[in-house]
């Protein structure tokens, strides 16, 4: 079936330092979205990705869908404490169902 | 506040019992997602309901039943309980399907 898998699992960085997290398919995705889930809560919609090779940014964070559409990022520029939390994508499956597979997640800390 | 309403918060029950998760999405939406999330995991789609019709399931298990009422809220059916179904049970809500999915508060499942 079809896989997401984020790298890296986990990241710490100093505040101020950048941030990237990598969500791989294993198959030609049709869009991508991004959530950040805050200990304790529930996931957030931050954003979706439909076009190859798109790039959209949202304040100090810039996302990129990659041109085969199989691969996506996203990079925090200059971390807060405020940016800790788990991101992760979801795909949405091809199989025409509509559902969203979500990537394993990468637990960001910041650490001030 | 994402407009989106889950209860119970919490629910403590024990091996073999039944319990009912509700939901009712943000006013408008049609689509509504089940998601499953234990202990540091990532999400695990269950399934999805657009305007009362089953859309999709994923891992979800035969124990395990939902479904979307006339007027939109849906409910997670869990029965025959076990203490790997302890987890977080996400609803999530959309305008429609492909689109950006708005999550409630969850609902906190431990079975004793």
């Known amino acids: 079936g079809q896989q997401v898998m984020q790298i890296p699992q986990y990241q710490h960085v100093q505040e101020g330092e950048d941030f990237t997290t990598y969500c791989n398919s294993s198959?030609?995705?049709?869009?991508i979205q991004w959530y950040k889930q805050r200990p304790g809560g529930h996931p957030v919609f931050l954003i979706q990705?439909?076009?190859?090779?798109e790039v959209k940014k949202q304040k100090r964070l810039t996302f990129q869908f990659g041109e085969a559409k199989k691969n996506s990022s996203l990079h925090i520029t200059a971390t807060q404490t405020t940016d800790v939390g788990t991101y992760f994508c979801?795909?949405?499956?091809?199989?025409?169902?509509?559902?969203?597979?979500f990537g394993t997640g990468t637990r960001l800390k910041v650490l001030a | 506040d994402s407009g989106v309403t889950q209860t119970p918060k919490h629910l403590i029950t024990a091996t073999g019992q039944r319990v009912t998760l509700r939901c009712s999405p943000r006013?408008?939406?049609?689509?509504v997602y089940w998601y499953q999330q234990s202990l540091d995991q990532g999400l695990q789609f269950l399934i999805h309901?657009?305007?009362?019709?089953?859309?999709a399931k994923g891992n979800i298990l035969e124990r395990f039943s939902a479904q979307q009422f006339p007027d939109l809220h849906s409910e997670l059916n869990l029965s025959s309980l076990e203490l790997g179904d302890s987890a977080l049970y996400f609803c999530?809500?959309?305008?429609?399907?492909?689109?950006?999915?708005?999550f409630g508060q969850g609902t906190r499942l431990t079975v004793v």
């Open positions: 309901y657009y305007n009362g019709e089953e859309r």
């Open positions: 198959t030609t995705l049709s869009n």
């Open positions: 990705l439909v076009k190859s090779g």
């Open positions: 979801a795909a949405l499956s091809t199989s025409g169902t509509y559902k969203y597979i």
């Open positions: 006013s408008g939406d049609l689509s």
């Open positions: 999530a809500s959309s305008p429609g399907v492909n689109t950006e999915a708005f």
